[in-house]
């Protein structure tokens, strides 16, 4: 079963903190890397942060949530965890997990619904 669940949106104060969770209910993803992802209306979708499969995870951020946010996996239960502090607006999007490299384009691109997280200023 391909299916991702994440949660833990919600509308924050700027300077506020968030902790999203995501959860591979069918255990098709755990061998895999994983990032989290976000998608702000009229933008393309972008690589916020990613995981390594291993015991020695090795973490990317984007340049803009570096020092602020954190990704973390406990591959024994699954969930991929973005943690994100220091929220600003213009973090404000809705947030997907998936693999990484993401999906191509086609008929079997698979997303779940993601969780949107709005910033106040």
């Known amino acids: 079963q391909v299916q991702l669940v994440e949660s833990g949106g919600g509308l924050v104060q700027s300077g506020g903190s968030l902790r999203l969770s995501c959860v591979d209910v069918?255990?098709?993803?755990?061998?895999?890397?994983m990032g989290w992802y976000r998608q702000a209306p009229g933008k393309q979708r972008e690589l916020v942060a990613r995981?390594?499969?291993?015991?020695?995870?090795?973490?990317y951020y984007m340049d803009s949530v570096k020092g602020r946010f954190t990704i973390s996996r406990d591959n024994r239960k699954n969930p991929v965890i973005l943690q994100m502090d220091n929220l600003k607006p213009e973090d404000t999007a809705t947030y997907y997990c998936?693999?990484?490299?993401?999906?191509?384009?086609?008929?079997?691109?698979?997303w779940g619904q993601g969780t949107q997280v709005t910033v106040s200023s």
């Open positions: 069918g255990g098709m993803f755990s061998r895999l890397d």
């Open positions: 998936n693999r990484f490299p993401p999906p191509s384009p086609g008929p079997t691109e698979y």
């Open positions: 995981v390594t499969r291993g015991v020695s995870q090795a973490n």
